[in-house]
Nanobody, 123 residues
Framework: QVQLVESGGGLVQAGDSLRLSCAASGRTFSGYSWGWFRQAPGKEREFVAAIDWSGNTTAYADSVKGRFTVSRDNAKNTIYLQMNSLKPEDTARYSC????????????????WGQGTQVTVSS
């Protein structure tokens, strides 16, 4: 059974940093692209960042560019989202997904999804 499990969320103050992790199990994901998405209450799901299977190509939403960094460790079947200089508007539930590059980076969809981890940034 394929399972993606996010961790690392929490309550922080504006300007702080957090690192989210997404660990996959049930199969190897080395050929998949991965993405991070977020959804705040009452808002649509928003693309945050994506990384291709090789780790050489990444994409970011304009709102997080320069502050967030996505990375992956294929040996551990895990991706990470380093979030620096957090702002109150970054408050949301963050989820990871695995799929092909276009689905992840352009269409906010994926073949496999995690349940998410809550990030709350206070001002």
């Amino acid at each position: 059974q394929v399972q993606l499990v996010e961790s690392g969320g929490g309550l922080v103050q504006a300007g702080d940093s957090l690192r989210l992790s997404c660990a996959a199990s049930g199969r190897t994901f080395s050929g998949y692209s991965w993405g991070w998405f977020r959804q705040a209450p009452g808002k649509e799901r928003e693309f945050v960042a994506a990384i291709d299977w090789s780790g050489n190509t990444t994409a970011y939403a304009d709102s997080v560019k320069g502050r967030f960094t996505v990375s992956r460790d294929n040996a551990k079947n895990t991706i990470y989202l380093q979030m620096n200089s957090l702002k109150p508007e970054d408050t949301a539930r963050y989820s990871c997904a695995a799929g092909d590059w276009d689905s992840i980076s352009r269409f906010k969809s994926g073949k496999y999804w995690g349940q998410g981890t809550q990030v709350t940034v206070s001002s």
